[in-house]
């Protein structure tokens, strides 16, 4: 089975420094990965995703990923933080081919200081 | 694009008691998807339906729990004998045809159970 493993559960930058959330993931095929954000009382949303392409990806809202096989990571990184990226961000694993499911990490939380 | 809705946005109900919820997909999406996400915790994949075909179904998914989407269209998750670990918010998604296709969340319906 498929895992992720989000290192921080939770991480606090201030606002205009960069962010760095750390993602390990564990599987038995070539994985597609992504990150979703989840805002307080909003639906989650898709970040970026990774599907066997470039492996660094560019996401929405200056977010970008690095897959790296060798570290099995796929870390979520910005250059500056800014205070509507205070939310919930989450590292998805998708379940293997012919597979629907995903498989979440447990989430951190990015808190941004003024 | 009206987005994925979800009905009731909060249940409180007795443990014992039946509850029914109900998801609209984006209308040109035929996957659909429910997930459950606990306190603290990522959301954790239960069924997936392509049109009325229902194809994966998470060991989470007990016997109390039963999923439909009979034309394809909306989908209902009924919940029989609520016990307080169903406790939780239970999230739908949508997605077009093809291979990783983004999902799209609502916001979810939060069941409490006393």
Redesign the interface.
């Known amino acids: 089975a498929q895992s992720v493993t989000q290192l921080d559960s939770h991480v606090s930058v201030s606002e205009g420094t960069p962010v760095l959330l750390r993602c390990n993931y564990s599987s038995s095929y070539s994985p597609s990965l992504f990150w979703y954000v989840q805002h307080p009382n909003k639906g989650l949303q898709l970040l970026l995703k990774y599907t066997s392409a470039a492996t660094l990806v560019k996401g929405i809202n200056g977010f970008e990923a690095e897959f790296k096989k060798s570290e099995t990571s796929f870390h979520l990184t910005k250059p500056s933080a800014h205070m509507s990226d205070a939310a919930e961000y989450f590292c998805v694993v998708s379940e293997g081919p012919g597979r629907r499911a995903l498989t979440f990490g447990s989430g951190t939380r990015l808190q941004v200081q003024p | 694009d009206t987005?994925?809705s979800q009905d009731p946005r909060h249940k409180i109900t007795k443990r014992g008691q039946n509850v029914t919820f109900r998801c609209d997909p984006i209308s040109e999406h035929n996957?659909l998807?429910w997930?459950r996400q606990t306190l603290?915790?990522?959301?954790?994949?239960l069924t997936?339906f392509?049109n009325e075909a229902q194809?994966?179904k998470?060991r989470l998914l007990s016997d109390r729990f039963s999923a439909e989407r009979p034309k394809g269209s909306f989908s209902t998750l009924e919940i029989q004998r609520t016990e307080q670990g169903d406790s939780a918010m239970y999230?739908c998604?949508s997605s077009p045809k093809g291979?990783?296709s983004?999902?799209?969340?609502?916001?979810?319906t939060r069941l409490t159970v006393t």
């Open positions: 987005g994925v996957r998807y997930y603290g915790q990522g959301p954790e994949f997936y392509q194809l994966e998470s999230l998604a291979t990783d983004p999902l799209h969340f609502g916001n979810g």
